[in-house]
């Protein structure tokens, strides 16, 4: 038994999904076969930021190079006031990227999977697309899955990387365990950099946001030399009238869609000087957006069940507003890929560890995530004027106080679960 070599059916080819079939390549006895429900790449999501934990996690998958030369590197984050100044500007990973020695990358969502898929079928790994999982049955030291093209597969393991709406969790793990709205909405879109002058387009060196009235809105260039520029406002946001329902949602989704040029262009109104400026131009010179109202999944479910384990989203889902998505999933697959190292370890205590070291660590970052999604919430003019003081006393505070240089706020982006003991 311990030096046969095991199968992995991986469902989901996110990049949870891409990273656990590179992992487990490179540190086990275990090959897999990846299954992904469309025929493509996704480009949901527009792009996304990857933190120091997870870039350095990435660079060990040997994806790093790559990723940095499609995405943007810039590693400040400024806040912009529609009365005319900045707020605040902080290099807001840099003690993390010394500790670490890597830093925050902002790149299309579509880019990180092409990359990561590129990779994997460099390693010979399989990729089936097209393929939806509609059935899972458990047998004697194994799984099976079937398709709904009638195709059956059957492993030692299965590995759930199908996202929030996993059917592995809802059909399998842990059915009647429902995503749940976190009240926040977003926009966005993919704007290219012809629209704006070039000083606009330099003065962008990172993320930068703006605190509106009505939630907040954000750019930061996602490809190396700024030729893309990612736009996202959030904000808080009803349930529909009708409930938590597809049609409720695609109600609010036409409105929000088709009236986003009037809401965001009314929200920054006269806004004062160049940035404001700005803001407007690329505003006018948006064609479509975007609309996704934000998800998550509430703390405590289960995350395995016999010989089939959730991983990334799946388990954990949380809302964007912490950059945390991305990096949790490549610490859940460095974890389990560990634990799944010693072919003579029980499955049972492979998931009962993963689950155990894991849980207090996404607790942490979701809880994060949520308080980080509290500072999109609707403000008075002077609820905003509030904010906007309170972030520059805090950043003020922390630069005069040498705050920033020890790390405040930071210590979640040097946990390297490579470390933890287990
Ligand atoms: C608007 C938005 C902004 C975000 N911003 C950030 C950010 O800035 N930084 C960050 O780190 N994270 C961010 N995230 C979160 C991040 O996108 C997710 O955490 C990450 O994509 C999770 O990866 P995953 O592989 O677990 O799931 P997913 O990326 O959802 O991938 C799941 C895959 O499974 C496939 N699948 C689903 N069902 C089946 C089935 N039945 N059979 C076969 N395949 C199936 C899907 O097609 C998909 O390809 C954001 C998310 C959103 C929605």
């Not at 030096?3 to 656990?20: S, V």
């Not at 030291?141 to 079937?146: I, L, Q, R």
Request: hydrophobic share 40%.
């Amino acid at each position: 038994m311990a030096d046969k070599t095991r199968k992995a059916i991986i469902i989901g080819a996110g990049p949870a999904g891409l990273a656990a079939a590179l992992r487990l390549q490179q540190q086990t006895n275990i090959t897999s076969t990846v299954y992904e429900l469309r025929n493509q790449p996704t480009t949901l999501g527009g792009a996304i930021g990857i933190q120091p934990n997870g870039m350095r996690l990435l660079h060990r998958l040997g994806v790093y190079d790559e990723l940095c030369a499609h995405g943007f590197g810039g590693q400040n984050l400024t806040i912009h006031s529609l009365r005319g100044h900045v707020v605040g500007s902080t290099d807001f990973v840099g003690w993390a990227r010394e500790k670490t020695g890597f830093g925050y990358l902002r790149i299309k969502r579509v880019d990180i999977v092409s990359v990561l898929k590129k990779k994997v079928e460099e390693t010979g790994i399989k990729i089936h697309f097209g393929k939806k999982l509609v059935q899972i049955e458990e047998q004697k030291d194994g799984v099976k899955v079937f398709f709904e093209d009638g195709s059956v597969d059957s492993a030692d393991l299965l590995l759930a990387c199908d996202g929030i709406h996993s059917f592995v969790r809802s059909s399998f793990v842990q059915p009647g365990y429902q995503p749940e709205y976190s009240g926040v909405s977003g926009l966005g879109a993919l704007v290219s950099r012809d629209v704006l002058p070039d000083e606009a387009i330099e003065q962008m060196n990172g993320l930068e946001g703006t605190f509106t009235e009505e939630g907040m809105l954000a750019v930061n260039p996602c490809t190396p030399n700024r030729d893309e520029i990612f736009m996202f406002f959030s904000k808080w946001l009803e349930l529909p009238e009708t409930g938590d329902s597809r049609d409720g949602w695609e109600v609010h989704r036409k409105e929000e869609v088709d009236g986003f040029k009037d809401q965001l262009l009314g929200m920054l109104g006269d806004g004062k000087g160049q940035w404001a400026d700005a803001l407007r131009t690329l505003v006018r010179n948006t064609s479509s957006v975007n609309f996704y109202p934000v998800y998550r999944l509430p703390l405590g479910g289960r995350w395995s069940r016999g010989r089939v384990v959730l991983i990334g989203d799946a388990a954990h889902a949380m809302s964007p507003h912490a950059g945390q998505g991305v990096s949790m999933a490549m610490e859940d697959v460095f974890l389990l890929s560990r634990l799944l190292e010693d072919p003579n370890r029980p499955i049972e205590e492979v998931f009962q560890k993963y689950d155990s070291i894991r849980r207090p660590r996404v607790d942490e970052i979701f809880t994060l995530a949520a308080e980080n999604a509290q500072m999109r919430k609707k403000a008075s003019p002077t609820g905003l004027w509030l904010k906007e003081t309170k972030f520059s006393v805090m950043l003020n505070l922390s630069w005069a106080l040498g705050l920033d240089k020890r790390g405040m706020g930071q210590g979640h982006l040097v946990y390297d679960i490579d470390e933890v003991e287990l």
